[in-house]
């Protein structure tokens, strides 16, 4: 729980989230926001209390972090309408509600950890290689370079295994999330907001720069492609089998 608490707190931080400060910011964020969490809440009781932040950039984009928080950039404030910012808020919700945010905070503490662990491993292998290096004695000459050797080896194999078992990791973990952003995109559909959500995502699609990936990047990536999303979204209108018990009027 703490490691939680705090690791929300960090996350906040880094990504250079802050509260709803300004009149016109919370006359216009407070009520569209508080509107879908009701709504959201009436439906998934268990939804943890979420509140609204502000990031003061003009990409457009909204992030769910930890379990009570969903920030805002600037430029989807400017971009979005109300009812694409509802949708996409929504989707928002369903990470915390379906605990990726939580995955997503361990997966990082996790990471750091592992990072601390390898510096910590590296230093004391520089520290003995230091030691019999400088040794003076002709007769541990040949012993301390054996315990080069050995302790080089030992070395090149303990980053060669954390290496390959972050980036397995983060592949295993980066499919996950890119089927996690399918399941949000259905609770904000399911929700009645799956037209706005459309309409945001095709306003994303539309702005959005391409830029070409290699295949070590494609299998590292956290979202699905836009257009693959919205596909999924115009199957979910196409195939009329969900049961929507808030149509749009």
Same mark, same amino acid.
């Given at each position: ?8 707190t ?9 509260p ?8 216009y964020?407070?009520?569209?926001f ?7 809440k009436?439906?998934?009781?268990e ?14 984009? !909204? #992030? ?5 928080? *969903? ?5 989807? /404030?400017?971009?979005l309408?109300?009812?694409? =910012? ?34 910590v ?9 230091i ?7 002709e007769?541990l000459k ?7 050797? !050995? #302790?080089f080896?030992?070395?090149?194999? *303990?980053?060669t295994?954390?290496?390959? /078992?972050?980036?397995v990791g983060?592949?295993? =973990? ?28 095709y ?18 990536q ?26 749009l009027?």
């Open positions: 729980f703490i490691a939680f608490t705090f690791g929300e960090i996350l906040k931080f880094i990504k250079s989230v802050r709803v400060e300004t009149k016109r910011e919370k006359e964020i407070l009520p569209l508080d509107e879908v969490y009701e709504k959201a009436s439906v998934y009781p939804l943890p209390e979420i509140k609204p932040y502000i990031v003061d950039s003009m990409s457009v984009n !909204l #992030f769910a972090v930890g379990s009570h928080t *969903v920030a805002i950039t600037k430029g989807a /404030l400017e971009v309408s109300e009812e694409e =910012l509802q949708g996409m808020i929504l989707h928002e919700f369903a990470h915390i509600k379906n605990g990726n945010t939580k995955a997503e905070l361990l997966n990082k503490i996790g990471n750091g950890f592992i990072a601390v662990v390898v510096i491993i590296n230093a004391l292998f520089l520290i003995f290689d030691f019999f290096r400088d040794l003076g004695d007769d040949h012993t301390s370079g054996l315990f080069r050797a !050995l #302790f080896f030992i070395r090149f194999s *303990v980053n295994f954390m290496f390959v /078992l972050l980036f983060n592949v295993i =973990l980066s499919g996950n999330s890119r089927k996690n952003e399918f399941t949000a995109d259905k609770f904000a559909y399911d929700l009645g907001y799956g037209e706005s959500l459309k309409n945001a995502l306003l994303v699609q539309k702005i959005s720069l391409s830029s070409k990936t290699n295949l070590i990047e494609k299998m590292q956290k979202h699905p492609r836009v257009s693959k999303r919205i596909e999924k979204l115009e199957e979910m209108e196409d195939s009329d089998i969900h049961t929507n018990p808030y149509p009027n």
